[in-house]
Each structure stands twice: as structure tokens, then as C-alpha cells.
């Protein structure tokens, strides 16, 4: 397992136990050290994860090993069929989208993909979309209100991709469209933040009746490093922007722009990807119990509703 810094101590520790239990075979005493050991883990495993800063925070929406959408794909939801290409210019792995059942139902699903080596990395392009990614999400969803489909999306980029060939094919404009065709569906829409919602390739993904965020996740306009380049031209004052920024969890949902804070298992999702998924799956299934009977035309109004009431301001005396 990857780690960051500040849990290098708890990973030698872990590493420590599993030495150990290597070589107890029930005869040589090791039960008892044993026993201290896993109970000293599990405290400092919470100790750790209980104090964390902010920037810590953001290091693990970003952890190398947390899960990505395809992990929590197949443990939620059944019957995947991938759909590709945006029939226009080519397909984007950096969003995979097609249709699921979840506890047997009929679905859609959507979502920011990164790799793990550096190989799916590069293929994925870390998760940063394309116009053609946005096209084709917008082309299951339009596809998933043709047959009374709920639409699950999930959110994990730093920001859609900025390069010339990107712009030159219509990112902003594939971004916008996003943003109409999610704001007018008929169908239910619930969207989670999983790891990084990065400025509008997050948003793209993010017009929904229902937004939750798991708690480590982070939501912002921009990246921390990219905040920093532009106040102070020095991309390492990251944690300084970080702060700032309000990017976490507590904060989206103190200021109305997700609903719910989804629990992640102690350690983070990356310690425990079943769990992980189980939590999750039972916001998913909570959100659609809420959103999902209701008439189509009053859906549609709440869901304009709740972005219109986004947003603090003071009125000038």
C-alpha cells in the first residue's frame, strides 16, 4: 500500500504486525504481543485520522490508493454495460459512462476514471476530461431520460483538460452543455463527490437533485496549486490556497452546495474499499428513495431551486 507522510508511523506499524503474524504458528508466544500491537494500531489509526489539518485532508482526496469510480462500480451496482464515443470525434477514458442496475433496477451511470500505474494514467489522462468525455456523458444521459433512467454520476478529477486540442474541439462549450442538459433531465440525478471535484470538470458531472461528498473528498474552483500561481506565483504555497479555499467536505455542505457528507471507513476509503462501497451504496439508495417518486416537472423545479439558493452575500446598508 502507498502512504502519505504523515502516515508513515501506523503504516510501519501495520507492517510490524503482519512480520509478526508471519511467523506465529501458536506455539512461540507471539498471541499476546500480538493482541498489544493490533490495539496500538488501532488507536493511533484513529488518533491520525482525527486530527488531520486541511491540507492532509486534500492529500487523501488524492490519495494513490483510494478507490476510483470503477472500484465502487463494481461493488454497488450489477449488469455494467459500457457505452463509448461521443459520435463525434473519438471516445475518452477519462469518463466511462453506460447503463447498471443497482438492487435490480435499471440505471445510468457516469463517472471520472483515474489509473493506478503509470501506464492507465497516461490512458485515462488522470482523469481529466476531454470535450468528447462531456459529449458522451451527455449522450447516456440523454439516453437514460429516453427510458425513465436514474442517473448516477461520480466526481473525481483535478479539472477538465486544458490542452490545445481540448480547446480547440469546444471544452467550454461541452462543459456548458453539460451543465444545461443535467439542469432540464426528467429523471432523478445524484451525484457524489469521490476524491477530487476539481473546478468545472467537476461541475460538468455535478447538476444534480441529490449532491453528496465523501469525507475526505475536496470541492473547489480551482486546485490548490493553481490558486497559489495565480494570488502568489508559487504553485508550492498549495496548502496556504488550501486553506482558503474552503474546499472540504463541512464546508460544501455548510454553504449549501452538497447535501450530504458521506462517511468514509477510519483511516479513509483507500484502508477499506467494502466498506467504503457499502457506505456509499446506502447514500445512493437513500438519495433515490427521496428524489426518485417524485413527479418530473417538480423535480426539475427543486433541482433549479436549490442552485438558486447557493451562495452566501451580505446585502449593502
Known amino acids: 500500500m502507498a502512504h502519505l507522510e504523515f502516515e508513515r508511523p501506523l503504516v510501519e506499524l501495520e507492517q510490524r ?53 470503477l472500484d465502487y462500480l463494481e461493488r454497488i451496482f450489477e449488469d455494467f454495460v459500457e457505452l463509448h464515443g461521443d459520435r463525434l470525434f473519438a471516445d475518452d477514458p477519462a469518463i466511462v459512462a453506460g447503463f447498471a442496475r443497482l438492487d435490480g433496477a435499471p440505471v445510468a451511470v457516469i463517472g471520472h476514471q483515474k489509473g493506478r500505474t503509470t ?7 488522470f482523469g481529466m476530461a476531454n470535450p468528447e468525455g462531456y459529449r458522451k456523458a451527455m449522450r447516456v444521459m440523454e439516453l437514460a431520460e429516453r427510458y425513465g433512467r436514474p442517473v ?54 455535478g447538476v444534480a437533485d441529490h449532491v453528496g461528498m465523501l469525507q475526505y473528498s475536496t470541492y473547489s474552483v480551482i486546485t490548490p496549486e493553481g490558486c497559489a500561481s495565480i494570488l ?25 452546495i452538497v447535501d450530504e457528507v458521506v462517511s468514509e471507513p477510519v483511516g479513509g476509503a483507500h484502508r477499506d474499499f467494502d466498506e467504503a462501497a457499502r457506505l456509499l451504496g446506502e447514500s445512493l439508495r437513500g438519495a433515490l428513495g427521496e428524489w426518485g417518486p417524485m413527479d418530473p416537472a417538480e423535480r426539475i423545479d427543486a433541482r433549479y431551486a436549490k442552485f438558486r439558493r447557493m451562495g452566501r452575500y451580505l446585502e449593502p446598508r
Do not use: C
Open 152 to 205: 448516477f454520476t461520480f466526481i473525481d478529477t483535478p479539472g477538465a483538460y486544458p490542452g490545445l486540442g481540448a480547446e480547440e474541439r469546444g471544452q467550454a462549450e461541452a462543459i456548458g452543455r453539460s451543465l444545461l442538459v443535467m439542469s432540464q433531465l426528467r429523471v432523478p440525478i445524484v451525484a457524489t463527490v469521490i476524491g477530487e471535484g476539481g473546478s468545472g470538470g467537476a461541475l460538468a458531472l
Open 119 to 125: 501506464k492507465q494514467k497516461v490512458h485515462r489522462n
Open 17 to 69: 504486525i503482519r512480520d509478526l503474524e508471519s511467523m506465529d504458528d501458536g506455539s512461540d508466544g507471539l498471541g499476546g504481543q500480538l493482541a498489544e500491537l493490533r490495539a496500538r494500531a488501532d488507536r493511533l489509526q484513529r488518533d491520525l485520522y482525527d486530527d488531520l489539518g486541511t491540507w492532509e485532508k486534500v492529500q487523501l482526496s488524492r490519495h494513490p490508493d483510494r478507490p476510483y469510480f
Open 232 to 256: 502568489w506565483r508559487d504553485g508550492a504555497r498549495g496548502p496556504d490556497a488550501a486553506e482558503q479555499l474552503k474546499l472540504l467536505a463541512p464546508h460544501a455542505q455548510k454553504n449549501g
